[in-house]
Structure formats: structure tokens, C-alpha cells
């Protein structure tokens, strides 16, 4: 995946990756090959082992799209049968059908999420959309991610029966991309299976990522974890670089001025708008009233700095000698980038550079909770006048001895 997006797309694999469909499986045939009075204990081993192996090839011929979900179940049984001495041959798909759902009862009640699932799922939770590709049937795949707990992590369940198409196809995954409304660059895709989950996501233009759950070797260039719970931290850790490597301070200059006052107006025109009225927003913003000659007049009074993301402006601070940061804007195109964390991080050691004892703002609703996160507290509720309009601000600090 390229880096210039932020992960907005997490997309998971379901089997072998949330749910432990291997140790489903295994529990729910040996159970139903027992009651069936088919198996004891000395054949029950190799009886699952070719049950395992004979799903593994019908299940193939499915993803290619020659057979059908329940096609590939009737034909996984007329194999199997006549290893425990059964001829299915005259069969009817009703008679297979009815025996297939015998197994289903055991396989599906033992349908387990994987210890590091759930924890990996909220971590995740709140941040980018969390979603499920798989090569399963639509409506098993729906109740496995219910059954199993994790529903309510998963905002959608997209399936090669709904896509039309499976992966490692391609397609598979820049179709799931495009339901979502995310582009490939901006997603993530992890799974158990190196070949069909890792390296065609990673073809189709998303950030593939191998649950190597096993511990085999990896091939150069692939990226892995050896659990979901190290995923959260990696997309951190990714993000984070991203940023880093991306966004530039630099002091700000007079060809600076259009743009800056620029972001200023649709900061407060869309991204404010969230949290105040229309009323409160053109009072705040009064582009009709700004001149860039005034503007820039202002910046290089406050002693501005500026931030890009590759060569564009994305944002612009300050602070006084005396700590105070009279502006904090970020272009809306550049939210979640982490420039305003490194704007702050900036005006903070400059802050500290000149032994200034606090940091102090008048900050929006807006942007409360950014500086709650990075250290300010709120001291008063303000109820200042723009226009005529009254709004609401809160007067914030942050120690720095």
C-alpha cells in the first residue's frame, strides 16, 4: 500500500484469521462421525484427516466459481461416504443436503473466535472502518461473525458470493474497496494464507499483511505478524512514520499568506461546522472581511509557522513568548495526518526552549478534546462575541515545569 494515505479500510479474512474454522472443523466431524456410529476410536484420526482433505479440493473448485456453495458440500459427501462404506452415488441433493446439515449442527456450535480476535477488534474499534472479505457463503460467514461475539466490531461482511468473484483475484479486493468507498491505497488487508490473503491484496494496490500464525519463514518484502494483537500497534507504528517522513515545519512566509488564510476559512467553514452553527461559523470565519494583506501582517506578528505535506500547506501555528497559541488550523483535506499533533510538538519546544512555564489557548469544541489529549486542561468555559454572534471556547493549559 502506498504511504502517502492513512489506513482508513482494516479488512479481514474470517477463517483462520478471527474464527478457528481448523479446530471447528475437527471438533464438529469428529463428533458427528461418533454419533453417526461411524468412527471409533482407532479411525477417527485418518476418517478427519481425508474429511479435511476432501473439503480442502471441493472448496477450491467453489472459489473457481465451477460449482456452487452448496454444490461444493454435496460433493465433498459423495467422496467421503464411501470411506465409512456408504454409497451416496443415487443420491438425491435433497437426501445429501439433509445429511450435510447433521454435520453443520456440530461444526457450527463449535464455531470459536481466536484468543487474540477480540482484543485486536477493539483497538481498532473507532479508528479506521473495520470490515470482512471472505471467500465464504454470504449468510454462514454473517452468523459466524455474530455467533462468534465479533459483530459488533465489523461494520460490513462482504463475501465472494455478493462480489461475485474470489480471492486471490484481484478484482476481489478492488471491488470491496470500491462498496466501501475507500481506495486500495488507503486499506489494509490481513489473513492466514500467505498466497491467497498477504501477497493479493498486496497486488491489488492494499497493504497485505500475513498472520503467520505458525511461525513459518517469511519471503522478503512481505510484512507479517505472528498475532492480531500486534496489528493495532503496527498500524500505528506505520502511521506514525507516515507522518513523520511526511509532514514539514518550517517558518512561515509571505507566500505563504493566501493559503494560510485559506485553511483558516475552511477550517472553520467544515470542520467547525460540526460543532457550531451556521450563524456562529460565518461570524467566526467572515471571509467577506478578509484581506491577505492584513493577514499576513498578523502572521508575522504572532512569528507563524507552517506545516506541508508534500510541498502543500497543510496547517499553521504559533506561540507567544509568554505561551500563548493564538492559532491552531488544519486544512480539512490533511485531518488525521498528524499535523497538528506536530505543529503542537513544534510550539512546545520552542515553548521549552525559552523556559516559558505553560502553554495556555482559547480553544473550540472543535478541537477540546486534540488538546485534552495532548495535555491541556480546561480552566474556564468561555462565551466570546464575533459579529455580534456569541460562541463557545474554553480557556486551556498545559504546564510545562
Not at 116 to 144: F, M, T, V
Not at 381 to 397: C, D, F, I, S, W
Request: aromatic fraction near 8%.
Amino acid at each position: 500500500m502506498s504511504t502517502s494515505s492513512p489506513v482508513r479500510l482494516v479488512l479481514f479474512d474470517v477463517d483462520g484469521t478471527l474464527v478457528d474454522h481448523d479446530g471447528a472443523a475437527a471438533t464438529g466431524v469428529q463428533q458427528w462421525l461418533m454419533a453417526m456410529g461411524w468412527a471409533d476410536a482407532k479411525t477417527i484420526a485418518g476418517l478427519v484427516s481425508e474429511w479435511d482433505a476432501i473439503a480442502e479440493r471441493h472448496f477450491l473448485v467453489y472459489r473457481a466459481r465451477l460449482t456452487t456453495f452448496q454444490g461444493q458440500r454435496r460433493l465433498r459427501l459423495r467422496e467421503f461416504l464411501p470411506r465409512v462404506g456408504m454409497d451416496a452415488s443415487t443420491w438425491s441433493d435433497r437426501r445429501l443436503d439433509d445429511l450435510f446439515n447433521t454435520y453443520l449442527v456440530a461444526y457450527e456450535a463449535a464455531w470459536r473466535s481466536f484468543p487474540d480476535a477480540e482484543p485486536c477488534l477493539e483497538a481498532l474499534r473507532g479508528g479506521a472502518q473495520i470490515a470482512i472479505l471472505s471467500n465464504g457463503n454470504q449468510e454462514q460467514q454473517e452468523r459466524k461473525v455474530s455467533q462468534t461475539g465479533l459483530g459488533r466490531y465489523v461494520d460490513v461482511v462482504l463475501t465472494s458470493d455478493q462480489l461475485g468473484v474470489s480471492k486471490p483475484d484481484p478484482r476481489a479486493f478492488e471491488l470491496a474497496c470500491v462498496r466501501l468507498g475507500v481506495p486500495a491505497r488507503a486499506a489494509v488487508y490481513i489473513g492466514d494464507q500467505l498466497e491467497v490473503d498477504a501477497l493479493a491484496a498486496t497486488a491489488a494496490g492494499l497493504r497485505g499483511i500475513w498472520l503467520n500464525r505458525n511461525g513459518g519463514a517469511v519471503p522478503p518484502g512481505v510484512e507479517a505478524v505472528g498475532s492480531l494483537t500486534d496489528l493495532p500497534s503496527l498500524l500505528v507504528d506505520h502511521q506514525q512514520a507516515r507522518e513523520h517522513t511526511s509532514v514539514v515545519i518550517r517558518p512561515y512566509e509571505h507566500s505563504d499568506a493566501a493559503e494560510t488564510l485559506a485553511v483558516f476559512i475552511l477550517a472553520v467553514t467544515e470542520t467547525a461546522s460540526a460543532d457550531y452553527t451556521a450563524e456562529q461559523v460565518q461570524a467566526w470565519a467572515q471571509p467577506e472581511r478578509r484581506d491577505v494583506g492584513t493577514w499576513h501582517a498578523a502572521m508575522l506578528a504572532r512569528s507563524s509557522i507552517v506545516a506541508t505535506v508534500g510541498g502543500v500547506l497543510a496547517g499553521f501555528s504559533d506561540v507567544s513568548p509568554d505561551g500563548y497559541v493564538d492559532m491552531m488550523f488544519v486544512s480539512p483535506r490533511h485531518q488525521r495526518r498528524g499535523v497538528a499533533r506536530q505543529l503542537l510538538a513544534h510550539v512546545e519546544a520552542q515553548a521549552r526552549s525559552e523556559g516559558t512555564p505553560a502553554l495556555t489557548a482559547d480553544v473550540s469544541i472543535t478541537a477540546r478534546p486534540f488538546f485534552e489529549r495532548h495535555g491541556f486542561t480546561v480552566e474556564a468555559e468561555q462565551h466570546p462575541v464575533k459579529a455580534g454572534v456569541e460562541l463557545t471556547n474554553y480557556k486551556m493549559r498545559k504546564e510545562l515545569r
